[in-house]
């Protein structure tokens, strides 16, 4: 049995408004199909802390930094609503282009500072597209919480400082990044790796992992990116876009005493690979 699927934003509102006036908690889970694990771990984290829950599927044309990225996406809807429906979710909100962005839309959401660095540089008006579409679909669903997953650990720290910023009344719910049994963080791009490209994306992870190992234990940060690079290099992937030691939080330069996460993006077989893990605060 597949997950029931809305396409109207009035047949939405329809149900949320009645969920709301029963007392339920609403979660919503925002995504651009081709679901994987990772998507699904979302969805058990929120069907586990609330009544109702929505997953919403919209390939946003408005981050993606190229039309041929945004052509080669995969849309999987109908395999997506076979996935969902064994969870059991309320409904697989896919709306289309004109429902999100009608004629005359003229409106854009920024955030600026934590926007301008790592994927910020790298992809210029992505984090726009990322504020303005959340900011809409929470919105849409009137959701009281809100799931992300930590693999994409920039975009998560946005959404909170949007929702802080902007006094939005949900709740911004980080989950661990979900792995495949070789370390590689699950992404919907993954699919377009080669068998060969497949086997060698592993190496991402072990290096990513290696070096915050070492990094915690006290080296010296920039001759640890350093080889991590040259590691990467040997492997096959590259070119390598960054590799920072960033405050968890802020992703400014690290702070002492603070939380730091180590953050990777990285191309292999035409594919880019973003990938991140948490590093002990130094003393």
């Known amino acids: 049995m597949s997950a029931p699927i809305v396409t109207s934003l009035d047949e939405l509102r329809r149900a949320t408004q009645a969920w709301r006036r029963a007392g339920q908690r609403v979660g919503v889970v925002p995504t651009m199909g081709a679901l994987h694990d990772g998507h699904l771990s979302l969805v058990r984290a929120a069907k586990a802390e609330c009544d109702r829950v929505i997953v919403t599927l919209f390939v946003n044309p408005r981050q993606f930094n190229s039309a041929e990225d945004y052509d080669k996406y995969p849309r999987t809807e109908l395999a997506d609503a076979e996935l969902l429906g064994p969870l059991g979710i309320d409904a ?121 190992a070492a990094i915690g234990s006290g080296a010296n940060v920039d001759d640890v990116l350093t080889q991590t690079r040259e590691t990467l290099a040997q492997n096959g992937i590259g070119p390598v876009e960054y590799i920072e030691l960033r405050d968890s939080e802020s992703l400014r330069p690290p702070r002492p005493c603070h939380p730091r996460r180590l953050l990777v993006a990285a191309w292999l077989d035409g594919v880019r690979l973003i990938d991140n893990v948490e590093v002990p605060p130094a003393n």
């Open 92 to 212: 697989l909100f896919v709306p289309d282009g004109a429902q999100v962005y009608p004629p005359g839309h003229a409106t854009t959401v920024s955030v600026s500072g934590i926007t301008d660095t790592l994927e910020g540089a790298h992809r210029p008006g992505h984090f726009d597209g990322v504020a303005t579409v959340v900011t809409m679909l929470f919105n849409m669903t009137q959701a009281d919480r809100a799931y992300f997953g930590e693999k994409d650990w920039q975009q998560l720290q946005l959404v909170r400082r949007l929702v802080a910023d902007l006094k939005l009344p949900v709740e911004i719910v980080g989950c661990p990044t979900v792995r495949a049994d070789d370390g590689l963080a699950m992404s919907s791009r993954n699919q377009r790796l080669s068998v060969t490209a497949r086997q060698q994306a592993r190496a991402l992870p072990e290096a990513l992992l290696a070096a915050a």
